[in-house]
């Protein structure tokens, strides 16, 4: 009996309407469009689109909005595409910023880019920090809305990022009272932004011992990472971290900052 070929598994019709589906989406304004129009422009029947964005739902590359009812590119399609040049470019660019960053305050630091409604720890200073309380750090998920890192880019992102978020974290268990809360939530983006820099002061159940600033990184107009200081409540207040941290931890963003204006893009 021979082997198969490559020339025998026949196309995956469904897998090829779907990534084209996504395509055109991806081609409207701030990748939204209504069932209507995906369905002209890629020549399939209405049921046949409906069914694939059903799929793609379920699966978090799309959501509908609640405000008109348009189909709307969700978080999730950032792990197909540029999100992870991004993150790589990123993260080369804050490796010698980080170690200067730590000499300087002694305490860790971690620079985080958001993945889903979390953010992932890319690289830390834990391991080296002599007042480290927890060395394992890179690859961890931080709450976006309750810890400083996640503040911070939440409070900075884009208007329909921020709203593609919140529909993603009133599903959380741990976070939905929080995104439910609009109050909290125009307070906590409008406090953040006027200070310039987004805090946890104890404010995360599982971690009461931490305290945490951040500020955000950018690149051009866009914010694409956070940059923290941790510490322990219990050593330093919030008032005293701020005071003796930030203007470091501002200095580091910006090195970061005009680091990856030198680094190619891909």
């Not at 709307?72 to 990123?90: H, P, Q, Y």
């Not at 990472?225 to 971290?241: D, F, G, K, P």
Request: hydrophobic content about 35%.
């Amino acid at each position: 009996m021979r082997p198969r070929t490559d020339a025998d598994y026949s196309t995956v019709r469904s897998l090829v309407r779907g990534l084209n589906l996504l395509r055109t989406l991806n081609g409207h304004d701030k990748g939204r469009a209504s069932l209507t129009q995906l369905a002209e422009e890629t020549g399939l029947h209405r049921t046949t689109v409906r069914r694939l964005l059903e799929t793609l739902i379920e699966e978090g590359y799309v959501r509908r909005s609640e405000s008109d009812d348009r189909y709307v590119l969700a978080l999730k399609v950032r792990s197909l595409s540029e999100g992870f040049t991004d993150d790589e470019r990123v993260s080369s660019a804050a490796g010698p910023v980080l170690g200067d960053l730590l000499q300087q305050v002694r305490w860790p630091s971690d620079l985080c880019t958001p993945d889903g409604g979390a953010m992932l720890i890319r690289e830390s200073t834990h391991r080296f920090s002599a007042l480290s309380f927890n060395p394992g750090m890179v690859g961890t998920h931080l709450p976006m809305l309750i810890t400083a890192a996640g503040r911070a880019y939440f409070s900075y992102c884009e208007d329909e990022e921020r709203e593609a978020l919140l529909a993603l974290l009133r599903q959380d268990p741990q976070q939905g009272k929080f995104a439910a809360d609009r109050r909290y939530i125009d307070n906590l983006v409008e406090r953040t932004r006027a200070r310039g820099y987004s805090s946890n002061e104890g404010d995360w159940e599982a971690e009461r011992k931490i305290g945490a600033i951040a500020v955000p990184v950018f690149e051009e107009s866009k914010v694409l990472a956070t940059l923290n200081v941790i510490y322990l409540t219990r050593a330093i207040s919030h008032a005293e971290a701020a005071e003796r941290y930030l203007p470091a931890l501002h200095r580091a963003s910006q090195q970061i900052e005009a680091a990856l204006a030198r680094l190619p893009r891909t």
